[in-house]
């Protein structure tokens, strides 16, 4: 049986597991003790259950739960991380370097950091989305605090080198900070493996309830320190203060758990289900996939339809598929997607792109009605669209001066 | 953001989608905006000599719903009207029609330009002089 609407926009919230939400729900009521309360049992429980979705937590990434702040998500995880550094390791340097095609969380708090007297590097990316490490390595210099690169993009999918990045930050003496929010609970990710020293992540991109996430800080080897970002009781070892989103907390560890226990099935049928889709839709002329393909979060695809506008192409069945669009016209601010811009892509192109993320409960019904859907709209714009039939007679329309408005 | 049900239905069911014959001495056609911006549109008008009436009018347009409802209101109102009513035609009138949001009003800006330019383009094959248009500070 289809049933609609079809969710297709996973990379900017997942639906909650209803498993999540069982386990959540007596902290609301029964337990709705402080954490921080150490001289009652509704402390106690609180504490108790903390504790546990700690080392859930921890397990998904394999870190030590000690190595666990919570926050209140990926943004904040971004913040903390990234100011918290560039604080604590004031003596030793101002330097970051960072990639245009990280979120905005990242760009916007690097942003800030320059107004604060620091200095930023914007590494630009490959036609593919990738880093070029040749690049990053020759971008350190002896003021180098940290290197912040996001594990994946959350429009294209692409899964940065992290492993290679981490080696080169560790041979020179510099942090390593990952914005991990799409790759975690997705593919396997481990912080000790990858070399990676902080890395935030968020429980809504992976089944979990909004509102909660995790900074990683490493311990060990070495001991990194982030100075906090706000002040008051000194929770979660000082570094994020703020009394515990128990039930936050406790889903959250039920969907680290769950992905932790059902990724590999979950990806090997996603992953079948996205390459149906994007094979399907490639049939149509003029199609092309963003990013490298290869490495690629499995759950994601993001296709550019040439002479057709994404806004308008959504129009065609968003009352019945749920998807984004790198268009201007999606956005309040009219500039298209500045992660496939960096891509090189044309800002037609950008325009003309629809993004894709799947999730642990889409169907194949789903998939088969979406493909069939977008590929009618695009067939009805094409033949509404004078781009279309200028590419088809042959026109260059480089050479046309358009009155840019 | 919702669309009007106007906007709906003309981008569901647009009117006089297609090509006129631009080499045609009585057909303007108008062409602009810019892939890079999202909107291009085209719009063409048929004159009849004599009358001074348009006869016909065509749009092709690649942009989001707004602006394809926008340019094919526009090829609704034209028919019909003599080429100098059509110069009237001012983008408020598409905004209110089609009950277009404030960050939409561009796109009844580019359809009012579109039809200024098909004129011209029909007065210019014609030998006429060109009409000079106030520029629309919206875009």
Known sequence: MLKLPVYLDNNATTPMDPRVLETMIPYFTEHFGNAASRNHPFGWEAEEAVDYAREQVAKLIGADPKEIIFTSGATEGDNLGIKGVYEMYAQKGNHIITANTEHKAVLDTCKHIEKLGGEVTYLSVQEDGLIDLKELEAAIKPTTILVAIMYANNEIGVIQPVKEIAAIAKKHGVLFFSDATQAVGKIPVDVIQDGIDLMTFTGHKMYGPKGIGALYVRRKNPRVKVTAQMDGGGHERGMRSGTLNVPGIVGFGKACELCRLEMAQDTERISKLRDKLETALLKLDEAYVNGNREHRLPHVSNISFKYVEGEGLLMGFNKNIALSSGSACTSASLEPSYVLKALGLGDDLAHSSLRFGLSRFTTEEQIDFTVEQISTTVLKLREMSPLWEMFKEGIDMNNIEWAHH | ?139
Not at chain 2, 62 to 91: M, R, Y
């Open chain 2, 1 to 139: 953001m919702a669309y009007s049900e106007k906007v709906i239905d003309h981008y569901s069911n647009p009117k006089n989608v297609g090509t006129l014959d631009k080499a045609s001495k009585n057909v303007g056609t108008g062409l602009v905006g810019a892939p890079e911006c999202g909107d291009v549109m085209r719009l063409q008008i048929e004159v009849d000599d004599a009358t001074g009436i348009i006869k016909d009018a065509k749009f092709k347009t690649f942009g989001c719903g707004s602006a394809i409802a926008s340019s094919s209101l526009a090829t609704e109102w034209l028919k019909g009207k003599s080429i100098d009513v059509a110069a009237t035609i001012d983008n408020m009138d598409i905004v209110e029609e089609l009950n277009l949001p404030p960050v939409k009003i561009h796109c009844s800006v580019l359809a009012e330009d579109a039809i200024k330019a098909a004129i011209n383009d029909y007065r210019k094959k014609n030998g006429l002089e060109e009409l000079l248009f106030e520029e629309k500070g919206v875009h």
